[in-house]
């Protein structure tokens, strides 16, 4: 029997793309707080700017231009007809046209707004940055990186100098497959600018490349040749990749980054569905490479694909062998996978269950008919034309059925399932139950008591099995626990 959830999620083995694609920003944040640029939504501008609607403003500017005292700009500044412009001293609002008094207020306002609209505007930084964005997002990725590194040289005080130099090596390490510029880059900038907010994830980012490059000079070509499989993976055959990284690892047994390619070679076998030559990857790894991580990583993939596959007591076996090594969080994790080692277990026991008495339910119905037609040809004479509660049934059902699977994914298969057992269970109830009352039967209450029950349980035990080979128990028990919003 299948499992009904693979408990361990394994990372997509397709490339990332550089997270700098949408909008301005450093490895695509949004609203970076430092200078925004015009045209960019979401991004403030020069200090004390609380939010910018397509162009740049100063204090509680929306939609133009202005100063402090200039509250609101909507639409422009003029002499008759314009809206909704508050100035400064004695300017509340104009509605369709300006005082004396008034005029000279508002011509004061454009002159200053202008002025301060030149002034915030003079921030070539920002529009360099905002320039390299747009090349990253048109998948010019090398000059992109070389503009965001050029950018942190010449602008070195620059509040978007690290963030220019963070995604700078996230474009080396992600798409251009230069794995040693992209740890240049991270610990450079952990050295310049250990104080921003990009100094943690740098020095993050760099032990795990250096980690994965190690000490050996052949380390860093292989961590290059490995990202380029990665990057390369949508361009080319899934196999072609298999097969390139299948040749780093026979050719850098060593090298510290085998364990990851490894894991990445089982991780692609699981998202493809072939769970056998999966869970022979994570078993082959963790006996190879016995590093505390990479070791606690496989047997738990192992363990996962055990469990696909419905081989409790391996999967028991590959989580009963992971050494948390002192560690929380991983002790945690154990406790888990062998917790849910038990849950899928009980929930296959009840699958099969569910089948045997669906099975004698079907048997018990077809045995009624064939007892109350007293022949195998009468019994299936007896099934057309169909009872009458099926011509009532059968088009609800179809309905349900299409309905179901413009629904939420998986729930198309299940209710087809049910609803197709039901009007079979039906068919069969109703015919048995059409002879025995033509045959002048006495007991025919007794009967159709009887029909209704085995029809009643083949249903239950065909929604359970549905849920079940569907993996909707979870999403089921949230329902009703938490609520449809849930």
């Known amino acids: 029997m299948g499992r009904q959830d693979a408990g361990h999620a394994t990372e997509d083995p397709g490339p990332r793309r550089a997270r700098l694609r949408r909008g301005v920003g450093a ?43 200039v509250r609101r700009v909507r639409g422009g500044l003029g002499a ?7 100035g400064v001293r004695g300017v509340r609002r104009v509605r369709g046209g300006l005082g004396a008094r008034g005029l000279g207020a508002g011509v004061l306002a454009v002159i200053v707004v202008l002025a301060a609209g030149r002034a915030a ?8 940055f905002a320039a390299a964005a747009n090349l990253i997002a048109e998948d010019r990725d090398a000059e992109a990186a070389a503009a965001l590194e050029t950018l942190a040289r010449e602008a070195p005080a620059h509040p978007l100098a690290p963030e220019a130099l963070f995604s700078a090596a996230e474009l080396h390490e992600e798409q251009l497959a230069d794995p040693g510029r992209a740890l240049e880059l991270y610990q450079e900038l952990g050295r310049r600018y250990p104080d921003s907010r990009r100094a943690l994830a740098a020095s993050r980012r760099a032990r795990v490349l250096a980690a994965q490059v190690g000490a050996d000079p052949g380390g860093l070509e292989a961590q290059r040749r490995f990202s380029e499989i ?13 097969r390139m990284a299948e040749e780093l690892l026979r050719e850098q047994p060593a090298w510290p980054g085998a364990p990851a390619v490894a894991m990445w070679l089982a991780g692609l076998d699981s998202h493809a569905g072939r769970y056998e030559s999966a869970l022979r ?59 849910g080692v038990n849950q899928v277990r009980g929930r296959s026991r009840w699958f099969s269950l569910s089948a045997l008495l669906t099975g004698a339910g079907f048997l018990a119905l077809a045995l009624s008919l064939l007892r109350g037609a007293r022949g195998p040809r009468a019994a299936l004479r007896a099934l057309w034309p ?47 139950l059409v002879v025995r009352r033509a045959a002048g039967g006495g007991r025919a209450t007794g009967a159709a008591i009887a029909h209704a029950a085995v ?5 239950l035990a065909l929604l359970y099995a549905a849920v079940y080979t569907t993996n909707l128990i979870d999403p089921v028990a949230e329902t009703l626990r938490y609520g449809p919003e849930s």
């Not at 008759?80 to 508050?86: E, K």
């Not at 505007?121 to 360099?128: K, N």
């Not at 990665?230 to 298999?242: H, L, M």
């Not at 738990?300 to 050494?323: K, V």
């Open 121 to 128: 505007r003079a921030d070539p930084v920002q529009d360099r």
């Open 281 to 339: 990857r994570y078993a082959s790894a963790a006996e190879t490479y016995r590093a505390p991580e990479a070791r606690f990583d496989a047997l738990r993939g192992a363990g996962d694909m055990a469990l696909h596959l419905g081989r409790f007591s391996d999967a028991e076996r590959y989580y009963g062998m992971m050494d948390a090594g002192g560690d929380p969080a991983r002790r945690i994790a154990i406790d888990e996978a062998l917790a």
């Open 27 to 69: 490895a695509g944040v949004r609203g970076f707080l430092g200078g925004g640029v015009v045209g960019v939504r979401g991004v403030p501008g020069v200090r004390g700017v609380r939010r910018v609607r397509g162009g740049l403003g100063a204090r509680g500017v929306r939609g133009g231009l202005g100063v402090r005292g």
């Open 386 to 432: 169909p009872p009458t509660e099926i011509l009532y049934l059968l088009p609800v059902a179809v309905l349900l059925c299409a309905v179901s699977y413009t629904d939420y994914q998986g729930l198309g298969p299940a209710v087809t399932i049910v609803s197709t057992g039901g009007v079979v269970a039906a068919w069969l109830s109703g015919a048995g």
């Open 230 to 242: 990665r990057q390369g993976f949508a361009a080319r055959s899934e196999a072609q990749s298999i």
């Open 80 to 86: 008759r007809g314009v809206r909704g412009v508050r």
């Open 455 to 459: 029809a009643g349980i083949i249903v």
